[in-house]
């Protein structure tokens, strides 16, 4: 069983990076708030692992995290029944902007806030509050001044995806280029979201 990976950063993408230790490279799948923590390339790296065998034998795969408490929140969704390394890395992906939040939400039984501010459909939403309500313990949050920070930059993606929808594009695309756009930029104001996404999507 691998804990960590300590090596260098030789490659990395919204959803997977490359790192090499001990002469070996290890592809390893990431969620974006793993990514967003990354050095540049070159650099060393140590990321917390998670080993996860497909089905029919197909093969180990590796998850890594930039922090333990990224891992334990993938361990938990991973645990609930049919979600899958896979899908818990896309909803961790989404969860890890406000764990404060997501913990009142599955505490409090709240699928609209799932739903609303995680995107989250809402059949996941209903799966997870029923399978953490005697979890949620285990997941702890960031400070209050991160959260709010969090939570702000959620508002301003959310109002530029609404934004574009009003304009007449999907609500899948329009997110796709708001957070493309907000990766681009490295801010959330919702105007310059908007004005960046415009033209992401019309090339």
């Known amino acids: 069983m691998i804990s960590y990976i300590k090596g260098t950063l030789i490659d990395k993408n919204t959803d997977e990076v490359v790192v090499e230790a001990g002469g070996i ?17 070159g650099n060393t790296v140590t990321l917390h692992i998670c080993e996860s065998t497909g089905m029919y034998a197909s093969g180990t795969s590796l998850y890594g995290f930039f922090t333990g408490e990224e891992k334990k929140v993938f361990l938990l969704l991973k645990s609930i029944s049919k979600i899958g390394a896979k899908g818990a890395l896309e909803i961790l992906s989404k969860v890890s902007k406000s764990f404060n939040l997501f913990n009142k939400a599955i505490r409090e039984r709240d699928a609209k806030t799932l739903v609303g501010v ?24 960031v400070t209050p ?44 104001q919702t105007a310059e979201l908007i004005k960046h996404s415009l033209k992401i999507l019309r090339g």
């Open 145 to 188: 001044e991160q959260d709010k920070s969090h939570l702000q930059n959620m508002q301003d993606v959310n109002d530029a995806v609404a934004g574009l929808m009003a304009l007449g594009f999907s609500q899948n695309k329009s997110r796709e280029a708001v957070e493309q756009a907000a990766q681009d930029l490295g801010i959330y």
């Open 25 to 41: 490279g290890y592809e390893i799948n990431i969620p974006v708030s793993t990514f967003e923590k990354l050095p540049a390339a």
């Open 118 to 141: 995680f995107n989250l459909t809402k059949k996941t939403a209903d799966k997870l509050i029923l399978g953490l309500k005697d979890k949620v313990a285990e997941i702890a949050g």
